[in-house]
């Protein structure tokens, strides 16, 4: 059986209670933090590089995308063989502990910073973001997961982001997310943080 939208709000606020301090975001605020939506079915999506079938954080409308079903696995493991059926749960299912700690990082990151959100309006604009912008959203989405929840990240098809996740934390640590995540796109540029 599926969660429903009040186990899945239950499930994204736990998460967001467990993220909070890392973020550093103060306990008067996390009730703030809290404040969002959840759609079930999407009737228009603006972001053509995302599957419509994979729960997403919108940073521009303040809203978590959770399908009223998982993802089709059949076809994730067609477009990514290397991949086991566990690690392709874990990145995809809309009940995975990893999967809500991720899009509940994207929402503490829109909170924290939101001059974020300025990348995704230059991408409805053009149909491009910011060099960077995307690996720059989830390495900060997903560093709560590396410190609460690690899990081997060479299987991921987003292998990109996560070696950089690696190389920056093995840099830097746990304590660097406060800062990561509200710097500037150009900051996180200048000190070189994305190897791609």
């Known amino acids: 059986m599926k969660p ?29 933090a809290s404040q969002f939506t959840i759609k079930r079915i999407l009737s228009t999506w603006p972001y053509q ?18 399908p009223l079903r ?22 995809f299912c809309i009940d995975s502990k990893f999967t809500i700690y991720h899009e509940a990082g994207h929402r503490l990151h829109s909170f924290v910073n939101p001059q974020i959100v300025e990348g995704f309006k230059q991408f409805l604009k053009t149909g491009k973001r910011p060099e960077h912008h995307h690996q720059l959203c989830e390495v900060v989405a997903e560093y709560g ?29 746990a304590s660097f997310l406060p ?14 943080l994305f190897k791609h």
């Open 49 to 66: 590089d995302h599957s419509k079938n994979v729960p997403a954080y919108s940073y521009l409308d303040n809203f978590f995308f959770f």
């Open 145 to 173: 997961n590396k410190i609460l929840n690690p899990r081997d990240y060479s299987l991921s098809p987003y292998k990109y982001c996560y070696e950089d996740i690696l190389a920056i934390f093995n840099k830097f640590g």
């Open 4 to 32: 429903s939208t009040p186990q899945i709000r239950k499930l994204i606020n736990e998460a967001i209670n467990n993220l909070a301090p890392l973020f550093e975001i103060p306990a008067q605020d996390i009730e703030k």
């Open 70 to 91: 998982n993802s089709d696995l059949k076809l994730f493991s067609e477009m990514h063989p290397n991949l086991d059926k566990q690690t392709i749960k874990e990145i």
């Open 179 to 192: 800062r990561l995540a509200r710097m500037s796109l150009d900051e996180a540029i200048e000190l070189k």
